[in-house]
């Protein structure tokens, strides 16, 4: 197997190279002056089974998406003889079903995108709903992070702290977070109105008077649900509050709103490269592709 290294993903593509020790094959890039991407694998991937690696988190998901797309056609044409995407952020994964009439299900026509370009598998991690993995018309994996976040607060000290999710859609993430954390774990309750995107958090019999919290999400997007969580967790008297994500999008002044709102650390992966991508998920991601082979 060769590693195709995507241009939004180069740091972690060279990683998972280095774990697995196949070789590593860059790509060149280029805008052009009216503003469409060139793309080109520069290296030899005949006959080759290859993994491009590439995020398509923000600000940029619809080119990152679109170049992951040039690569997989790319590689069929250079005649490797299976393509496997490796997404660690999969843009569009929140569109996975129409909450409204009218919509459509922006994640299955991102996968039947790949599809068409030639990807003969997608491996991702932490998609939002594994059960939109259930439409795409290829084979797919998602695998979680979410120990690997966990196994990063036992190394800041926190082993046994309250692993909290700020939903009940996502309490396995802080079942995930406990089994490796040791503490206990719950969830908030979270609703959204659909036309303003306005959520309203709530708690029920949370015990965790002067404990140690760990919010844990799969995303943080704009920070409002991170920050809705905190301040009730201040209520309730925590005594340290921190939170882990997969995915840190940290859109706008996001991580300025959690740390203000009293969170003492955010930790994320390096499915979004940034200031909080402090866990790197080469390690993952190398596994997987190996168990595979
Ligand atoms: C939604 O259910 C996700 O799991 C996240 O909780 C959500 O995307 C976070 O969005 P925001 O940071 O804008 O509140």
């Not at 196994?151 to 995930?176: T, V, W």
């Not at 925590?238 to 882990?244: E, F, M, N, P, T």
Request: proline share 4%.
């Amino acid at each position: 197997m060769k590693i195709i290294s995507g241009p939004a993903s180069k740091d972690l593509a060279e990683a998972v190279s280095t774990l697995t020790g196949y070789q590593n094959v860059p790509v060149v890039t280029k805008i052009f002056p009216d503003g469409e991407s060139y793309i080109r694998i520069d290296g030899d991937i005949q006959n080759e089974e290859v993994a491009i690696i590439q995020t398509t988190c923000p600000p940029t998901q619809d080119s990152r998406l679109l170049q992951l797309a040039f690569l997989a056609d790319s590689a069929r044409r250079a005649g490797a003889i299976k393509v496997t995407a490796i997404v660690p952020y999969l843009a569009y994964a929140r569109q996975d079903k129409m909450f409204l009439a009218g919509e459509g299900i922006s994640i299955e026509t991102i996968a039947r995108m790949l599809k068409a370009v030639g990807t003969d598998e997608l491996l991702t991690v932490n998609i939002h709903s594994e059960h939109s993995l259930t439409q795409f018309p290829l084979p797919t994996k998602t695998v979680s992070a979410i120990p690997l976040i966990a196994d990063y607060f036992i190394k800041k000290g926190y082993k046994g702290a309250y692993a909290l999710s700020p939903d009940k859609g996502a309490m396995y993430i802080a079942q995930q977070a406990q089994a490796v954390l040791g503490g206990d774990a719950g969830h908030l309750n979270k609703t959204r109105d659909r036309y303003t995107g306005q959520t309203v958090q709530t708690a029920e019999c949370l015990n965790i008077k002067d404990k140690n919290v760990i919010i844990l999400d799969d995303i943080i997007s704009t920070g409002g649900t991170i920050v809705g969580a905190a301040k009730i967790l201040r209520e309730k008297g925590a005594k340290h509050v921190l939170c882990g994500c997969v995915h840190g999008l940290l859109i706008g002044n996001a991580e300025k709103r959690i740390l203000d709102a009293g969170v003492e650390e955010i930790v994320g992966t390096d499915s979004v490269p940034g200031a909080v991508s402090k866990v790197s998920l080469a390690p993952l991601i190398s596994q997987t592709l190996k168990g595979a082979q």
